[in-house]
């Protein structure tokens, strides 16, 4: 549907497109590199840090993660020193702990990170407190049922699961992940996120969904979350298939709530031409990146 | 002549045009012994107050020769006054208005359009367009290029009240936006206000668009039409009953589609397709003077874009059945409009307009594909249709009463419009035989608001010097079981500094009860109206104005004027969100905040003689605040333009050649671009993902400025029957690439480069029109 308006209007730019001129690239914004922090820390392991180089968005270059001996990254916690980072190899190269120690819920950390030649950044959030699944229900309806010449019911078929959130933080993502079986074997397909809508049940709730995930910004402090989702349509041949699903909540700070949200609708809208820009949340100073708490919670529920 | 001052008394009565009997709206009357004075209304009506036994009346109209006539003790009212059109004179003599109305008037940041004047200049593939010379005019931008929109003093596209004969119009483009709906051919009169609204105006924030069809010919018949490179149209009028009962037909379309059909042919082959896109439209209007004191009209709109593929239908023999294919894709939009207005003089002071109004616009897009297959048993069918919808509809009753009471000119009135809103509705449709079929709508429902206004305004001549208009407009809007009402007071004040120079002021405050979702990049058909809501507040504005208006040797009109106008609870899309994105409702995907504007606008014109044309330049900012946006920061407006100027030139030779030149300037809109990119992160990857894009601000970034000259000419050949009118116009005479959008490409080299791509290089364009 949205192809043939597109093409419509792609139609009509064609036809009256006939004139363009090259720029000069300096009319555009200079771009000067800056180091680009990324982590994400949860009270389930260890500070673990990407580090790279911002490009300008028309450099040609690939992005290369940083593996530099020389740069060095210190935690503190409370503002009290708590871990040095140093950088791990290979082909994904990152900047692991040196102690093994694991961040604490509601506690803040700072970074502070100084790379060769590209100078000090640094960055702080807390750790929020995880949010847990209290119920989970699932069950499926039929619909357009009819019988086969096997008189065995056939139709659409929807998934329904009712899931109820404690609300410990009032940034929350939730995504469904689902492991089926191959029609008639027993080999899972192995988890993979479901693209369905999954619906809020509190409307006061603030809520977004972006690339199968919702992001809910509760700002109305509702005690409980209640989700519907009523998705997964199918077709039952014969016999509908039990599945296994995970329900995975991540519990965020606002910075990585944001940074998440922002860099879903960024990825979902790059082929959308009539998307509105979503410029990144940044809590790097000096830099670019994300410094962000995130407890993640699973829930494996099978129907 | 008898002189002697008398009791004060009214006279009042219609300006027309001598040649076919339509009203004059706009026209200046003075009284020659008192000097007071007053403009023709929306209907050709006026009325003037006199203290002398003997009146001499002065009329003067742009494009016509001025006339005195005396009024006697004894003459019949209404005066049924006519104007002779100047350039019709023998001797190439060239006459037009000689009035200082400009600085008399209450009115400002108001500009009227003469549809002639607007013929004469320059036109784009030979169409000449009523909204691109509003946008000529200082204060008001147009948008991108080419396009048909209207942002006036800050305010976005949705601000602006267009009415084509009292009914509001909700879509004034054709061709996603190159071409407003409105054939000139079919207009008589233009009207545009900026600011300085008075009471009984309402309903948007920025500008009222006044625009009056012609009322058809009530001499005699009368046939006009053009030939163009885009489009053709015919207008028809005349007499039903003499001096009685006249109607206006007009017509236009386009035939691109004719015209690219063989080459989608030669592109694809035959293969049962067809493609193409047209627009078309229609005006016609009955009027009828029932009698000296009562008039109705009869308007009627209807218009509408449509781009297609279909296939024909399609039969072939497969295994022993018969199967028959056809399908059909459509993307169409459109309005439809319709009003009945009834004048009555209800006495010497008193002077009353009704109306009933009717509007639509629809938006919608279809697929669709049936396909049958016979056999020697059975006939299996098949049907697929998917559809979305978008509409919004008015149904409107108004009534406006003026009461002419001397040093007081009052109007009163009220009005009430029901809104029908489909915001988006999606249409799916599955039938095939001996299987249950699927017949389902879901998306936004229709939804209904309720709009009552009530108004009371006084236009008061306190004193030679100093006239005042003040007034009150009372709007109570009603969404299901909410109901936002608001009190918005106006007021306006001149006072003139000698017979020629006048200063002004103005404060409006507005309140607009419908949005407009409307994406920042294009101004496109698929643009949603939606009602104010709990959530979705209705817009409001403050706007004062200051200034003064000069008229050089009758000539000459030179206006100045500084604005400042604050808004509030405008919307925006929020970041990220997409209006193709229809499973998500409207109301999350907007943000309210606030806008302003202000600055500066300074006119010249020149209305009459050989030479007419005017100088406009604006200097002006325009900035948003949305807390959802740009982080909560102010922003530019996309279409903020710190310098604008225009400079159009008309020159009537003689009456076979006219000349016409247009150069426009303004500063590059504002847009964003990333300023850096960098590797996204999930808290499940330890390595680099899709890169993130970081931006140091909404609309960060200016394209190039915007300029170019236009340049006509017209010659007119007079045959025994008419005229042959040619017109040939260059659109972009200097073939300046002006930005439409700037795109990333990769040179041979591999390297990354910025292109500008512009929508039209110099467009050379023919028009053949006709005159009977």
Redesign the interface.
């Known amino acids: 549907m949205k192809n043939l308006f597109i093409l419509t209007a792609l139609l009509f730019t064609f036809i009256f497109t006939s004139c363009e001129k090259t720029e000069k690239v300096d009319n555009f914004p200079r771009h000067e590199g800056k180091l680009v922090a990324n982590c994400f820390f949860t009270s389930d392991s260890t500070f673990k840090f990407v580090l790279s180089k911002s490009l300008s968005p028309i450099d040609n270059a690939p992005f290369k993660q940083l593996n530099s001996t020389k740069a060095f990254i210190k935690i503190y916690e409370d503002n009290i020193f708590f871990d040095s980072l140093v950088c791990k190899g290979g082909l994904y190269p990152t900047y692991t702990s040196t102690t093994n120690r694991t961040a604490s819920a509601l506690h803040n950390y700072r970074f502070e990170c100084n790379y060769p030649g590209l100078g000090k950044v640094s960055g702080e959030d807390y750790l929020p407190d995880s949010s847990s699944v209290l119920k989970a229900k699932g069950y499926y309806t039929i619909l357009n049922s009819y019988y086969d010449n096997d008189s065995v019911i056939n139709g659409n078929y929807f998934t329904n699961l009712n899931i109820e959130l404690s609300n410990n933080n009032p940034y929350l993502m939730v995504f469904i992940q689902k492991n089926s079986y191959y029609q008639g074997s027993s080999y899972p397909t192995g988890y993979q996120e479901i693209y369905e809508d999954i619906t809020d049940l509190n409307s006061a709730n603030e809520t977004e969904y972006i690339a199968s995930r919702l992001y809910i910004s509760n700002s109305a402090g509702v005690k409980n979350i209640n989700l519907k989702w009523t998705t997964d349509y199918g077709i039952v041949y014969k016999k509908r298939t039990t599945a296994d699903y995970n329900i995975v909540v991540y519990s965020c700070s606002k910075a990585a709530f944001d940074y998440l949200k922002r860099q879903s609708l960024q990825w979902e809208n790059q082929d959308d031409p009539f998307s509105q820009p979503t410029p990144m949340s940044n809590n790097i100073v000096n830099g670019y990146g994300i410094f962000g708490g995130v407890n993640v919670t699973n829930y494996l529920i099978s129907f | 002549m008898g002189l002697t001052l008398h009791a004060q008394k009214n006279i009042y009565g219609y300006v027309q045009d001598s040649a076919t009997g339509e009203r004059l709206i706009g026209t200046y009357v003075k009284t020659i012994q008192q000097s007071a004075s007053t403009s023709t209304n929306s209907y050709g009506y006026f009325s003037i107050q006199t203290t002398t036994d003997t009146t001499f009346l002065y009329f003067s109209y742009v494009g016509f020769a001025d006339k005195i006539v005396a009024v006697y003790p004894n003459t019949e009212l209404p005066l049924n006054i006519t104007l002779s059109a100047s350039f019709q004179l023998k001797g190439v003599k060239f006459t037009g208005r000689k009035d200082e109305k400009i600085v008399n008037s209450t009115q400002m940041s108001a500009i009227t359009m003469n549809v002639n004047q607007i013929k004469m200049m320059p036109r784009f593939m030979g169409e000449a367009d009523i909204i691109k010379a509003i946008q000529l005019m200082p204060g008001i931008k147009g948008g991108s290029e080419?396009s048909t929109g209207l942002y006036v003093r800050g305010g976005g596209p949705d601000q602006n009240l267009i009415l084509l004969d009292g009914s509001p119009v909700y879509n004034a483009s054709h061709?996603?936006g190159?071409f407003s709906i409105f054939n000139t051919d079919a207009i008589n009169h233009v009207q545009i206000l900026k600011g300085g609204f008075p009471a009984r105006y309402g309903g948007r924030l920025s500008s009222v668009l006044d625009i009056a069809m012609k009322e058809g010919n009530m001499k005699k018949f009368k046939a006009e039409g053009s030939v163009g490179a885009l489009a053709s149209k015919l207008t028809l009028e005349g007499p039903i009953k003499k001096d009685k009962i006249s109607y206006m037909i007009s017509g236009r379309r386009t035939y691109l589609d004719f015209l690219l059909q063989p080459l989608f042919q030669l592109a694809n082959g035959n293969n049962g397709y067809s493609q193409g896109?047209f627009f078309s439209d229609m005006n016609a209007k009955i009027n009828w003077k029932v009698n000296k004191n009562n008039r109705l009209y009869l308007s009627y709109y209807t218009g509408k874009d449509k781009?297609y593929v279909k296939s024909k239908p399609y039969s072939y023999l497969y295994d022993g059945k018969t199967i028959s294919d056809k399908s059909e894709?459509r993307?169409q939009w459109g309005n439809q409009l319709g009003g009945l207005r009834w004048n009555k003089v209800l006495n010497k002071n008193v002077f009353i307009n009704t109306q009933l109004n009717y509007t639509k616009y629809y938006y919608e897009?279809v697929?669709s594909a049936e396909s049958s297959e016979v056999n020697d048993t059975a006939t299996l069918e098949q049907l697929n249709y998917?559809g979305?919808t978008s509409s919004i509809r008015d149904y409107s009753i108004k009534s406006d009463v003026e009461i002419n009471n001397g040093k007081h000119y009052f109007r009163v009135g009220f009005s009430a419009i029901a809104h029908q809103f489909v915001p988006g509705r999606?249409t799916i449709k599955y039938k095939e035989t001996g299987q249950?079929s699927?017949d389902t709508s879901f998306g936004s429902d229709q939804t209904n608001s309720l709009e009552t206004s009530l108004y009371a305004e006084d236009d008061y001549e306190f004193s030679k010097k100093l006239k005042i208009n003040y007034g009150l407009h009372f709007n109570l809007y009603n969404y299901k079981k909410s109901f936002f009402p608001s009190v918005q007071p106006r007021f306006a004040a001149r006072y003139l500094l000698s017979k020629s120079w006048s200063v002004k002021a103005s404060f409006a405050n507005m309140r607009q009860n419908i949005h407009l979702l409307t994406?920042?990049?294009?101004g496109?058909p698929?643009d949603l109206w939606v009602p104010a809501t709990d959530k979705v507040k209705p817009m409001s504005s403050n706007q004062i104005a200051a200034g003064f208006a000069k008229s050089f040797n009758d000539l000459y009109e030179f206006t100045f004027e500084t604005y400042y106008k604050s808004m509030n609870h405008i919307i925006?899309?929020?970041?990220?969100?997409?209006?193709?994105n229809v499973?998500?409702s409207w109301e999350?995907k907007v943000a309210a905040g606030k806008g302003r504007g202000y600055g500066f606008e300074f006119l010249m014109q020149k209305k009459s003689g050989a030479v007419t044309g005017w100088i406009g330049y604006t200097l002006s900012w325009i900035k948003r605040t949305i807390p959802e946006v740009?982080?909560g920061k102010e922003f530019y407006y996309k279409y903020d333009s710190r310098h604008d100027i225009s400079f159009v030139l008309n020159y009537k030779e003689n009456e076979k050649w006219d000349y016409g030149m247009v150069w426009v300037f303004r500063t590059g809109n504002a847009t964003?671009?990333?300023?850096?990119?960098?590797?996204?992160?999930?808290?499940t990857s330890?390595?680099?993902t899709?890169?993130?894009?970081?931006?140091?601000?909404?609309n960060?970034?200016r394209f190039?400025n915007y300029h170019r000259l236009d340049l006509s000419i017209t010659r007119h050949i007079k045959k025994k029957w008419g005229m042959i009118d040619i017109n040939f116009s260059v659109y972009n005479a200097y073939?300046r690439?002006n930005p439409?959008y700037?795109k990333?490409s990769t040179d041979n080299r591999?390297?990354?480069?910025?292109?500008?791509?512009?929508?039209?290089?110099i467009l050379p364009s023919l028009n053949i029109g006709f005159k009977i």
């Open positions: 080419g061709l996603f190159f896109y781009y894709d993307n897009i697929q998917n979305f999606n249950r699927i994406n920042n990049n294009l496109l698929n925006e899309f929020k970041e990220g969100a997409s209006f193709l499973n998500n999350n740009n982080f964003t671009l990333a300023t850096a990119a960098y590797p996204g992160y999930s808290p330890f390595y680099t899709s890169p993130v894009y970081g931006y140091n601000g909404r960060n970034f190039a073939s690439i439409f700037y990333i591999g390297n990354k480069q910025i292109i500008r791509v512009g929508l039209f290089p």
